[in-house]
């Protein structure tokens, strides 16, 4: 009985969930409508306060007129977006100069937090260049073998051997006079 009730508990939270996310579905669809129609009023009363109707005359000077009036409209309107323009790059220049002053004062820049990453010369390499990688970076395939030479040391101890046939053969008169030999 206890895993069935609670099936149903959690069933019906799920149902109050869904209710719940309809209702402010719903909600934010009709605040967007009205949004929406306030964008349309105010828009429609800009243009009405703006760019009142055009009414065109019916003699050549009053049209000339007409257009004179308008070059000038559209002239200070220029000058106007030019003074936005200069302002608005103005600013940006300062935000990009303090900016730099923010980080210079602050001494030290922000450093992700790098992740370990298990990847293969190989594999680095054709992801990095993707299908242009044709090398292989088999490192130990690329080194030279090198022929180890004999030092002194080890050809004295390689031809000393034991120490205990050392000895015999130095013991006596023959082993003495064989070292002394050996050594002019």
Not at 45 to 55: D, M, R, V
Not at 59 to 83: F, G, P, R, T, W
Not at 109 to 115: A, D, N, T, V
């Amino acid at each position: 009985m206890a895993p069935r009730s609670g099936w149903k508990r959690n069933r019906a939270i799920t149902a109050r969930r869904q209710h719940l996310k309809s209702v402010m579905l719903q909600i934010a669809a009709t605040e967007l409508e009205k949004e929406e129609s306030r964008r349309e009023a105010e828009k429609q009363n800009y243009l009405a306060e703006h760019c009142p109707p055009l009414h065109i005359p019916g003699s050549m000077s009053e049209v000339q007129e007409l257009c004179k009036q308008l070059h000038a409209k559209i002239d200070a309107a220029e000058e106007e977006k030019y003074d936005m323009e200069v302002r608005v790059q103005k600013t940006s220049k300062e935000l990009e100069d303090m900016n730099q002053k923010l980080f210079d004062l602050r001494g030290k820049f922000k450093r992700p937090p790098l992740r370990r990453v298990r990847m293969s010369a190989d594999a680095m390499l054709k992801a990095l260049l993707g299908s242009k990688h044709k090398v292989c970076m088999d490192l130990r395939a690329n080194l030279k073998q090198v022929k180890k030479e004999d030092t002194e040391k080890e050809r004295d101890l390689r031809d000393v051997g034991d120490w205990r046939k050392n000895i015999e053969e130095k013991s006596g008169m023959e082993g003495r006079k064989k070292m002394f030999e050996s050594e002019s």
